[in-house]
């Protein structure tokens, strides 16, 4: 049974989390077989966008807690940089992915479905920060790009409480940009990520590094980051067929130049 399971079409690698008896829990080699599919996945010029998954009813419910009960402090930082690692690479492969939450998404899960560029949700979908229930906090991004995504209050209060929430307060929150029914998830999911790849390639690469990189800046120095990579896809000839069509009132075609 392959970990996780691989589907190229139309440009869109859907990874489906496969340890359902495990409700698709990360363990080292599962963490260990994202990253080399990521790694491929990035020098794939077939390759527009990822979509991810879980199959059974969770997305992905945590890290592999017999794994972390062998943590002492070196070991534990080693354990927290690794998923950290491989999550980042998700996060600046340089290509759209999106999170198709369809179950539980709690601690390592919830923290991979942030990673992702965009997330939504099936109406049965929960999400949560439990490590503090273990004695922990969470180690593979939760308590930054939670904050960072629902703001410092609410990040607090999931992480601190350990409790879970349901998809429709994590879309108030803004955790999740759509909910759907279960069966009409993963479709909602591709239409999603088709749409995004009909955009100007280069100009969805440089939005994505932008915001990632301007975030922490300060407003003067994000701003010149954000002209700096203006001028960039100026000088591009997606930007000059993109403009062509829109006096044409055609449909453009983008190369990704």
Known sequence: MNLIEQLKEEGILTLTLNRPDKLNALNAEVLQQLSAILLDAGKDSSIKGILLTGNGKAFCAGADINRLAECNAQSGYEFACFGQQVFRQLETLGKPSLAA????????????????????????????????????????????????????????????????????????????????????????????????????PLAIKS???????????????????????????????????????????????????
């Open 207 to 257: 939005v994505m590094e932008t915001i990632d990189h301007g975030f922490d800046l300060s407003l003067a120095d994000a701003l010149h980051l954000e002209a700096s990579q203006f001028a960039m896809v100026c000088a591009s000839a997606d930007k000059k067929e993109g403009v062509s069509a829109f006096l044409s009132k055609r449909p453009a075609q983008f190369k990704g130049q």
């Open 101 to 200: 939450i369809n179950g539980f998404a709690f601690g390592g899960g919830c923290e991979l479905a942030m990673s992702a560029t965009m997330r939504i949700a099936s109406s049965n979908a929960q999400f949560g920060q439990p490590e503090v229930k273990l004695g922990v906090i969470p180690g593979y991004g939760g308590t930054q790009r939670l904050a960072r995504l629902v703001g410092k209050g609410r990040a607090l209060d999931l992480c601190l409480t350990g409790r879970f929430i349901d998809a429709a307060t994590a879309l108030q929150w803004g955790l999740v940009s759509a909910v759907y029914e279960p069966d009409a998830l993963i479709q909602e999911a591709k239409k999603w990520l088709t749409t995004i790849l009909s955009m100007a």
